[in-house]
């Protein structure tokens, strides 16, 4: 492993841990609080930031956790002290439990809670780990606008009281819709690059494709519109690596060398669009 | 060749609102800049710092909580590099990360003893 290879993990596991710690974090804290579980992100990743500068921890994702967690415990032992929250037993279990937590699970529970069908962005912020300038490149609208939304999608995923369960495929229905779009438009961010200055940013893409794979791996999630999706974004990536050149700027695809596509990702696609040609609902 | 010890100053650890995002891509220049100093040869040692601790001063050995200074002049930590002269270990000092979020780095020669 080369040291760009390793600089480059290291971003994006943060971007990743952020999404499961929002997860692992509601689920003690209450949905009502994900403000103070994004507080404690935050203080967690700058302590992160200022602890593995000069040095990285063996298993940097468990570290980030156990700081997030112990975090997150004082803040409960504190309101518990004053009386101002009624904490139960189990819920400090939960924050004693080894890392991870069955990390599919809990990240499904947020994509699905995220996609209320009025907040669609929400899923880049707390699941991708994006900031709320780098959402609102996204969705072409104003920062502040943004964070208007957001404020507001935090409201209504509060008045929920929970995060919603996904466990059946009945559970999953209403909501799929949104988040496949929301998936959609992240791997669209990262496709045209509308991020950054870089025309493509492939690690987005390749995070839209991951969650992806979950959905399809999840009994209650696993259909053939979601199959489709994943096929569509497993083929446009593989031919990613050939849509750039030397100057970084971006080919025409008759003008690819398909030989730089990525077999492995159209065998990937090829698979999926074959899964998602079953059942007798017609996607666009 | 000599010791100069590099002391560093605020920086992204005492800015707020950054995204995960953010903090990952500072956090790979860091990696990508201390692992140039360790194959170029020069890196010795370093430490970062939390932001508590304790402060003892006066002839009365007065100990207080914190540091408290203003957050740009936090120490947040430090390093140790070996080079031929403070021009070189200056010089290798302005590709660290920490300007990014107008934080500072003090180049000081190491006073050695004799012999040590």
């Known amino acids: 492993v080369d040291d760009g290879e390793i600089h480059g993990a290291l971003a994006i596991l943060l971007r990743r841990q952020a999404g499961r710690l929002v997860s692992a974090l509601t689920r003690v804290l209450g949905v009502q609080r994900i403000d103070l579980a994004e507080d404690i992100i935050q203080e967690s990743l700058l302590a992160a930031l200022q602890a593995w500068k000069l040095g990285l921890p063996r ?3 468990a570290w980030l956790f156990a700081v997030a967690r ?4 004082d803040v409960l032992r504190r309101e518990r002290v004053r009386g101002e929250a009624e904490i139960v037993g ?7 439990a080894p890392y991870p937590v069955d990390e599919h699970t809990d990240l499904l529970r947020l994509m699905f809670s995220c996609c209320h069908p009025a907040l669609s962005q929400d899923v880049l912020r707390l699941v991708c780990g994006f900031g709320p300038r780098e959402v609102a490149h996204t969705f072409l609208v104003e ?8 404020v507001r999608a935090k409201r209504v995923l509060a008045d929920d009281g929970r995060l919603v369960e996904v466990s059946t495929p009945a559970q999953a229905r209403e909501r799929l819709p949104a988040v496949l779009s929301a998936i959609y438009l992240m791997f669209d ?17 390749g995070d839209a494709i991951r969650l992806g794979r979950i959905l399809v791996d999840a009994r209650a999630t696993s259909r053939p519109d979601v199959h489709a999706l994943l096929a569509l974004m497993c083929l446009h990536a593989a031919r990613m690596p050939a849509r750039v050149d030397a100057d970084g700027s971006l080919v025409p695809l008759e ?8 077999a492995e990702l159209v065998g990937c696609g090829m698979q999926h669009l074959s899964a998602s040609a079953s059942g007798s609902v017609l996607t666009a | 060749m000599a010791k100069f010890m590099y002391v560093f100053r605020g920086g992204a650890f005492v800015q707020q609102g950054l995204s995960p995002a953010e903090v990952g891509a500072h956090l790979q220049k860091w990696t ?5 100093l360790a194959k170029a040869g020069v890196h010795e040692s370093g430490y970062a710092v939390q932001g508590a601790g304790k402060t003892i001063r006066g002839t009365r ?4 909580d914190g540091p408290y200074a203003e957050s740009k002049d936090m120490v947040t930590g430090n390093l140790v590099v070996l080079t031929s002269s403070i021009e070189e270990a200056t010089r290798l000092a302005t590709g660290c990360p920490i300007f990014e979020f107008d934080g500072s780095v003090e180049v000081r020669p190491i006073l050695e003893r004799e012999g040590m």
């Open chain 2, 32 to 36: 990508a800049w201390v692992g140039e």
């Open chain 2, 61 to 64: 050995k007065t100990v207080t």
């Open chain 1, 59 to 61: 298993d940097p994702e």
């Open chain 1, 90 to 96: 189990d819920e400090l279990e939960t924050l004693e």
């Open chain 1, 189 to 205: 961010a990262g496709y045209h690059g509308s991020l950054s200055p870089q025309p493509i940013r492939a690690e987005i893409c």
């Open chain 1, 143 to 150: 920062a502040s606008a943004m964070e208007k939304r957001l």
């Open chain 1, 70 to 73: 112990n975090r997150a415990r």
């Open chain 1, 255 to 262: 003008r690819q060398d398909r030989s730089r596509w990525d």
